[in-house]
């Protein structure tokens, strides 16, 4: 009994001779320094990359009063401005007559149901390429009966 003892003993003062299992650190850090470097240089870059015009809201107050411009499509292609008939080409003088030249008063495009999409887009893209920021598509109610 008293030879177990011992050897339970020996065995113990072996384990306390193992060396202690320490983490290394410094390749850790020097991970994440890296991995940190690439943050810093990634961020700016997907931030500047993506193109959002955002509504500017110091611009909506000065709107507010302003009566919206609208122009409407009818299924033949024809455009109004309001409830006067213009040509594609007139469209933008008689937008910037109407507004003062005032580019962020708001334009509401209404369309007929029926219509090409690709048309309406050009009509949107003719207008924002006058320089009118505020433009919207009006989706017209079906039970209004107009």
Do not use: W
């Not at 470097?37 to 700016?44: E, N, S």
């Not at 033949?76 to 937008?95: A, C, E, K, N, P």
């Not at 334009?107 to 320089?131: K, L, N, S």
């Amino acid at each position: 009994m008293g030879m177990s003892a011992g050897g339970r003993a020996g065995g113990g003062g072996r384990r306390k001779r193992r060396p202690a299992s320490e983490i290394n650190v410094t390749p850790l850090v020097d991970v994440m320094l890296v991995l940190l470097i690439i943050f810093m240089v990634t961020a700016p870059m997907l931030t500047s990359g993506v193109n959002v015009d955002l509504p500017k809201t110091d611009a909506s107050p000065v709107n507010s009063d302003t009566k919206p411009i609208t122009v409407s499509l009818r299924t033949d292609g024809s455009l109004y401005l309001g409830d006067q008939q213009v040509t594609s080409d007139q469209l933008i003088d008689q937008l910037k007559a109407q507004s003062q030249n005032d580019p962020t008063h708001r334009i509401f495009v209404r369309a007929d149901a029926h219509i090409d999409y690709g048309q309406v887009m050009q009509v949107m893209g003719q207008i924002t390429a006058g320089g009118f920021t505020h433009v919207a598509l009006l989706a017209q109610q079906p039970q209004s009966g107009q």
